[in-house]
């Protein structure tokens, strides 16, 4: 007997859902950006021993990954939501599928404190931005409410390296 790929839930545990594949590569991305980073984490814990690898912008590196945390559960609640029938999310889908690869590539940036580290900063203040005015519309869901809080945060953090 063939097993129907639409299944959601284990057949061992009939009330047990199964991971989405949409959710693993999900996660499986996170876990891709923070590898590459878990020195930044090590440097603010105090288990780096060489201070010329220590993270270079942690509070920033930190922020933009919550955006993309974040951003990622407000993707997937649009989905949800769309996959009912209602469209009422679609341009807070689009804005946030924008500025998830903004913020993993600011968080790269960040800890690395590579050379147009200002300039992506620049553009990510406008594309979270624009980010948290469409997740604003959309408040009394909790995820965009997370969603456009991160980015605002994220946006201070940017304004504050550039004026440095």
């Known amino acids: ?39 930044t984490a090590a440097a603010e814990s105090g288990h780096e021993h060489h201070h010329h690898h220590a993270a270079h912008h942690p509070e920033l590196t930190k922020l933009a ?25 679609k341009d807070c889908l689009t804005a946030v599928n924008a500025m998830l690869p903004m913020c993993a590539t600011l968080a790269r940036y960040a800890a690395s404190d590579a050379k147009r580290l200002n300039e992506l900063a ?9 980010c948290a005015k469409e997740c604003e519309k959309h408040l009394e869901h909790a995820e965009c409410k997370a969603c456009g809080e991160a980015c605002v945060d994220c946006i201070d953090a940017c304004k504050d390296l550039i004026a440095a």
């Open 1 to 39: 007997m063939t097993r129907s790929p639409s299944k959601n839930i284990d057949a061992k545990n009939a009330d047990t859902p199964v991971t989405s594949r949409r959710e693993l590569l999900a996660g499986a991305a996170l876990a891709g950006l923070a590898i590459p980073l878990a020195g």
């Open 65 to 89: 990954l919550n955006c993309v945390g974040l951003g990622e559960a407000c993707v997937a609640h649009c989905i949800k939501l769309m996959g009912t029938g209602d469209t009422s999310l």
């Open 122 to 130: 620049a553009v990510c203040i406008d594309v979270c931005d624009d």
